[in-house]
């Protein structure tokens, strides 16, 4: 069967940026950064994004373009007979199973969110009464298992049509149009009454925040938002990899989607920072923020119906876009490793996707007594925490490892395939540096993780 590739550069950039941007970039990004000393802690992500972030990210498309596989196929083409490369492919696999078995249900909120505001439903209702919203929103199993059911049966459709008819042609408008509403959103939050002061907490660097924090820790953080930023160890970038073209070198492809990735998350707290301080809101409520704070803070505001609901309509592109790219990985790991038609393996994978994400459904009122991760804790909680402090670190470093190692596919053939078409090329020089320190980092990221 002949592999399918993108229509466009413009396609393949925007379907991987879509996939690194997700939820995390838009409340988790703001957040940390208030926590982090503002200016400060943007300029170390932006480094730690360059320094380690990209080169994985070349490492995972490497994989694809050199294999012309998933992430299931792609060890068994390229490595050495007798090696064991290839069960981090099945490792892979279950980290986007494991990832969509939480992330369909808060794409879910997303979009509920949104019908709610376009309805109308929070017109009028004072602070109580949205936090209220919410609550009945997780206390109600119905509610959440439809809207988490919309979004997978919509993802795995739009995949089940193709590469170029389905996944690129809906991404693409989809991508674009979550780029012009965060720049229209963020205009109009710096022009509320008192957002100028919000934007001077975000972007100028405060040394007495830094030291407040201690400055390892802003490094640190810097370096967890950067790396976990791409969506990089189970193999969700190296599918695009396997798709695309070989015009181009890696390098400057991963550099266009981390400005892109960048671009989003600098953005969205342009749109939280200036709205949270003209409305005298504390902006480090993390997850809160969006479901509670920010609709009293819409509620609150002249054309607040409009605003909301271009809000959630952005924030359900973010989660749908990641959604939609995962979903295609799936789908192509079951049509290469055994030779399901698209169509069928969207349907096995949409069914099996419906029922593994109802632990997490559940986890908010029926199964609510269950708490994983200790006390408040849910099902959610320890989904996500395997995926994004365990899968995620352990599987970029076995990527980087594969790419570098001379028991793996190798620095040479890694370098090769990095470097043909036009553009940045990987230097060369730059060997010892991947070899050692960023697994380093890697490392020490996981450890951290652990905590």
Same mark, same amino acid.
């Given at each position: 069967?002949?592999?399918?590739?993108?229509?466009?550069?413009?396609?393949?950039?925007?379907?991987?940026?879509?996939?690194?941007?997700?939820?995390?970039?838009?409340?988790?990004?703001?957040?940390?950064?208030?926590?982090?000393?503002?200016?400060?802690?943007?300029?170390?992500?932006?480094?730690?994004?360059?320094?380690?972030?990209?080169?994985?990210?070349?490492?995972?498309?490497?994989?694809?373009?050199?294999?012309?596989?998933?992430?299931?196929?792609?060890?068994?083409?390229?490595?050495?007979?007798?090696?064991?490369?290839?069960?981090?492919?099945?490792?892979?696999?279950?980290?986007?199973?494991?990832?969509?078995?939480?992330?369909?249900?808060?794409?879910?909120?997303?979009?509920?969110?949104?019908?709610?505001?376009?309805?109308?439903?929070?017109?009028?209702?004072?602070?109580?009464?949205?936090?209220?919203?919410?609550?009945?929103?997780?206390?109600?199993?119905?509610?959440?298992?439809?809207?988490?059911?919309?979004?997978?049966?919509?993802?795995?459709?739009?995949?089940?049509?193709?590469?170029?008819?389905?996944?690129?042609?809906?991404?693409?408008?989809?991508?674009?149009?979550?780029?012009?509403?965060?720049?229209?959103?963020?205009?109009?939050?710096?022009?509320?009454?008192?957002?100028?002061?919000?934007?001077?907490?975000?972007?100028?660097?405060?040394?007495?925040?830094?030291?407040?924090?201690?400055?390892?820790?802003?490094?640190?953080?810097?370096?967890?938002?950067?790396?976990?930023?791409?969506?990089?160890?189970?193999?969700?970038?190296? !599918?695009?990899?396997?798709?695309?073209?070989?015009?181009?070198?890696?390098?400057?492809?991963?550099?266009?989607?981390?400005?892109?990735?960048?671009?989003?998350?600098?953005?969205?707290?342009?749109?939280?920072?200036?709205?949270?301080?003209?409305?005298?809101?504390?902006?480090?409520?993390?997850?809160?923020?969006?479901?509670?704070?920010?609709?009293?803070?819409?509620?609150?505001?002249?054309?607040?119906?409009?605003?909301?609901?271009?809000?959630?309509?952005?924030?359900?592109?973010?989660?749908?876009?990641?959604?939609?790219?995962?979903?295609?990985?799936?789908?192509?790991?079951?049509?290469?490793?055994?030779?399901?038609?698209?169509?069928?393996?969207?349907?096995?994978?949409?069914?099996?996707?419906?029922?593994?994400?109802?632990?997490?459904?559940?986890?908010?009122?029926?199964?609510?007594?269950?708490?994983?991760?200790?006390?408040?804790?849910?099902?959610?909680?320890?989904?996500?925490?395997?995926?994004?402090?365990?899968?995620?670190?352990?599987?970029?470093?076995?990527?980087?490892?594969?790419?570098?190692?001379?028991?793996?596919?190798?620095?040479?053939?890694?370098?090769?395939?990095?470097?043909?078409?036009?553009?940045?090329?990987?230097?060369?020089?730059?060997?010892?540096?991947?070899?050692?320190? !960023?697994?380093?980092?890697?490392?020490?990221?996981?450890?951290?993780?652990?905590?």
């Amino acid at each position: 069967m002949k592999r399918e590739n993108f229509k466009s550069r413009l396609g393949f950039i925007l379907i991987s940026a879509g996939c690194a941007i997700g939820i995390g970039n838009v409340w988790k990004f703001p957040y940390v950064t208030g926590q982090n000393g503002g200016g400060f802690f943007v300029l170390f992500y932006l480094f730690f994004l360059i320094a380690v972030g990209v080169p994985v990210l070349t490492m995972e498309f490497a994989v694809g373009r050199a294999s012309k596989k998933s992430v299931i196929c792609a060890y068994e083409t390229l490595e050495k007979p007798g090696s064991k490369w290839h069960l981090h492919g099945y490792a892979a696999l279950f980290g986007n199973y494991m990832l969509m078995m939480f992330y369909t249900t808060v794409a879910g909120w997303m979009l509920c969110y949104f019908y709610k505001f376009l309805k109308g439903d929070f017109t009028g209702l004072d602070t109580e009464a949205v936090a209220g919203e919410f609550t009945g929103m997780l206390a109600s199993p119905g509610m959440m298992t439809f809207w988490m059911a919309v979004i997978v049966i919509a993802g795995f459709l739009i995949c089940s049509m193709g590469l170029q008819s389905g996944v690129e042609k809906i991404s693409k408008p989809m991508m674009l149009g979550l780029l012009i509403l965060i720049v229209v959103l963020a205009g109009h939050s710096i022009l509320l009454e008192g957002g100028m002061e919000g934007l001077k907490f975000y972007l100028i660097p405060d040394w007495n925040k830094v030291e407040e924090t201690g400055i390892f820790q802003v490094i640190i953080a810097a370096l967890n938002q950067a790396f976990f930023t791409l969506s990089l160890g189970i193999g969700s970038m190296e !599918i695009f990899g396997s798709y695309m073209g070989r015009e181009h070198t890696l390098l400057g492809e991963s550099l266009r989607i981390a400005i892109l990735d960048t671009f989003v998350a600098i953005t969205s707290g342009l749109i939280i920072f200036p709205a949270c301080f003209a409305f005298g809101v504390d902006p480090k409520a993390g997850p809160e923020l969006v479901f509670i704070t920010l609709p009293n803070i819409f509620t609150s505001m002249t054309g607040g119906r409009l605003w909301g609901s271009l809000f959630f309509l952005f924030m359900t592109f973010a989660s749908f876009s990641t959604i939609i790219a995962v979903f295609e990985n799936i789908i192509a790991c079951c049509m290469d490793k055994w030779n399901l038609s698209r169509k069928k393996a969207a349907v096995i994978n949409g069914i099996f996707i419906l029922a593994a994400s109802m632990p997490c459904v559940l986890g908010f009122n029926v199964l609510s007594g269950f708490a994983p991760r200790g006390a408040g804790s849910t099902v959610l909680d320890l989904e996500d925490f395997i995926v994004s402090n365990l899968l995620l670190p352990i599987g970029s470093l076995i990527f980087l490892l594969f790419c570098v190692t001379k028991y793996g596919w190798g620095f040479d053939a890694y370098l090769e395939e990095a470097n043909e078409g036009t553009g940045i090329k990987f230097p060369r020089g730059l060997r010892f540096y991947v070899t050692y320190i !960023i697994p380093i980092m890697i490392i020490a990221i996981l450890i951290m993780g652990l905590k």
